[in-house]
């Protein structure tokens, strides 16, 4: 059900704008702006991050006709499938090899403007990749579009942002960071038109030409909590947590208000947590309405990951710690007495 | 086999960094510089490799001004057997630096080619997968492991990922790009230090080994990124409470 629902807004995000993979470019006098943006996809729905690339791709010019590329295995991305697929075992999982082989076909025929990703592992794996392929300086980690070839990226752990025009001749090849550009909420009985469907002709890809790199396992962690990514409330915890059996305190806080866990990189060296839970500048960038940061000292590179949060707690037993100088709301206490108080108090989340 | 490892000189990670008045870019002269922390444990995976037997020679490469000698007698220290220092004062931006990579590479062929997934200063996450791509090696990004199989000639990568951990299988050669916690770099030690002063640092010029630098990339400007609003110490629970629910509004 989940699923048709994100079908069904995928599709409409894209209507106005889509068009199928062969469709003729048309010169006008005004600059023609065409996208192909990589969408990431499982178990027969669209990532929702890739919706952000959608998201930033119209915010490119208002004439712009952009298409999705799915490469995938099967059944599952033809469900998904709203408008370029690329079916083939060769795809059955997304390597990097075949995909940036894939996406350099596509261009040569397509000769699209502008080429994007959203700033996911999927797409930081693929798009620079692709981007050589096509000889062309990819630009990673944007945060705004300024212009169709001017772009915001933030540098140095997010202390300066740069302004980069790309001026080369090739496709524009870009990254975006799904927490600035967030996807509108569109009503699930919203009318769109279906935007048409083409697969891509693979006779010429050459398996033997693509190197060779097997897909051998991968763990993940089942969670009924929100993703990390876009949840509307984080709870993280530091390596002053100090073991994974007090981590769990984190974990219950987290359940009482519908949050996502995060944690610090100390914390999931110390083996509190698994990777994927870190947010910082290496790891997730996270942006919820409210970051509540418990044990936290607030080292640049995990300010990196969360100072675009719109609220920010801190709980912290040294009042000298960074954390506060970007905290809303602080509190210098220690977090073994503030957590069980906070449990106790707080409302039940609606 | 040899390895190579690609090592970058950044502005040192505890740095509170300055953006200039003019708005032309970072404050850099009279601030400490390091070898890319990324880099660093790069290098000492090569080394590790090559302690197990499973490789002949580190050859540590870095490329820039003539101040990527300093980083690169620094790698010589920690157990790099030679360096080389593709020589440029034009800046010079990851597909630059891609090619650059591609023709040490043609010319010195190792078996792995080992690079930091990010350097710290402009945050690309770029270089690995762009000469990857070049040299149509296949590439193990965000390797958090990385076992070599020199019977099947093969590298088993574990990757970290934004769902947990993958393992790709690479036939070599092949690309790695290091996360964090793929090792713990191992400190210099004095003799070493010492020894590194004879170690070989060959040089090369861009024209020298027919790379075009010339960047289809312009930076316009860098600025500071708005200033959070100042924020208040809440005296206890009960009042974090009350300000998150009645002035945030966020729960």
Request: with cysteine.
């Amino acid at each position: 059900m989940a699923a048709q629902v994100l079908r069904r807004k995928t599709l409409a995000n894209l209507s106005a704008h889509s068009s199928s993979l062969f469709s003729k470019s048309s010169f006008s006098l005004q600059r023609f702006i065409s996208t192909l943006v990589l969408g990431e996809h499982e178990g027969g729905s669209i990532k929702a991050q890739s919706l952000s690339a959608v998201v930033a791709a119209k915010s490119l010019g208002e004439d712009n006709s952009i298409s999705m590329l799915l490469a995938g295995s099967g059944p599952s991305v033809h469900e998904a499938a709203s408008v370029i697929v690329a079916d083939s075992d060769t795809f059955m999982y997304p390597l990097a090899e075949p995909c940036a082989k894939l996406v350099h076909l596509i261009q040569q025929k397509g000769g699209y403007s502008h080429i994007m990703a959203t700033s996911s592992s999927f797409g930081k794996n693929i798009l620079p990749r692709a981007a050589a392929l096509l000889d062309v300086s990819p630009i990673t980690d944007v945060i705004e579009i300024s212009g169709p070839q001017l772009f915001v990226r933030p540098i140095y752990a997010g202390n300066a942002f740069c302004t980069v025009r790309y001026t080369g001749a090739g496709p524009c090849m870009l990254t975006i960071r799904s927490t600035s550009f967030p996807v509108p909420l569109t009503s699930a009985n919203s009318k769109s038109d279906v935007a048409p469907i083409s697969q891509v002709d693979l006779s010429t890809f050459g398996e033997d030409k693509v190197c060779k790199s097997k897909y051998v396992n991968h763990t993940s962690q089942d969670s009924e909590r929100p993703d990390l990514s876009n949840a509307r409330i984080v709870v993280t915890g530091g390596r002053a947590l100090k073991s994974a059996e007090n981590f769990k305190m984190i974990e219950k806080l987290a359940e009482k208000l519908g949050a996502a866990v995060g944690a610090t990189r100390a914390a999931v060296d110390a083996g509190f947590v698994p990777n994927e839970l870190q947010v910082g500048q290496t790891g997730k960038i996270v942006a919820p309405e409210l970051y509540m940061a418990f044990g936290v000292s607030g080292a640049i590179q995990h300010l990196a990951g969360m100072r675009d949060s719109k609220v920010i707690v801190a709980v912290n037993k040294d009042a000298d710690a960074p954390i506060f100088q970007v905290a809303d709301y602080g509190l210098v206490g220690d977090l073994f007495e503030v957590i069980p108080q906070l449990l106790e108090k707080l409302p039940e989340k609606k | 086999m040899k390895i190579m490892v690609a090592i970058k000189r950044v502005v040192d990670y505890a740095v509170k960094i300055r953006v200039k008045p003019d708005k032309s870019g970072v404050e850099t002269s009279n601030v400490k510089m390091s070898m890319n922390p990324f880099c660093e444990i790069g290098l000492e995976e090569a080394l590790r490799i090559k302690e197990s037997g499973l490789a002949s020679e580190v050859i540590a490469v870095s490329m820039g001004p003539s101040q990527c000698v300093d980083t690169l007698r620094t790698g010589l220290a920690m157990g790099a057997d030679r360096a080389i220092h593709v020589e440029s004062s034009a800046i010079l931006y990851p597909l630059s630096v891609a090619k650059l990579l591609k023709a040490l590479v043609d010319v010195e062929k190792p078996g792995l080619l080992i690079l930091g997934k990010q350097a710290i200063d402009d945050d690309c996450n770029q270089t690995g997968q762009m000469v990857a791509g070049l040299l149509n090696w296949p590439q193990g990004t965000f390797a958090s492991k990385v076992v070599l199989d020199k019977q099947r000639d093969v590298a088993t990568v574990e990757r970290e990922v934004d769902g947990g951990l993958e393992t790709l299988c690479l036939d070599l050669p092949a690309v790695i790009t290091t996360d964090l916690r793929l090792n713990q770099p191992r400190y210099a030690t004095l003799p070493n230090i010492m020894k590194a002063k004879s170690k070989v640092i060959k040089k090369f010029t861009p024209q020298e080994l027919n790379v075009d630098i010339k960047s289809d990339l312009e930076v316009v400007q860098v600025t500071e990124p708005p200033k959070r609003k100042a924020g208040v110490i809440v005296s206890s629970v009960d009042d974090l409470i009350d300000k998150l629910k009645n002035e945030a509004h966020v729960i």
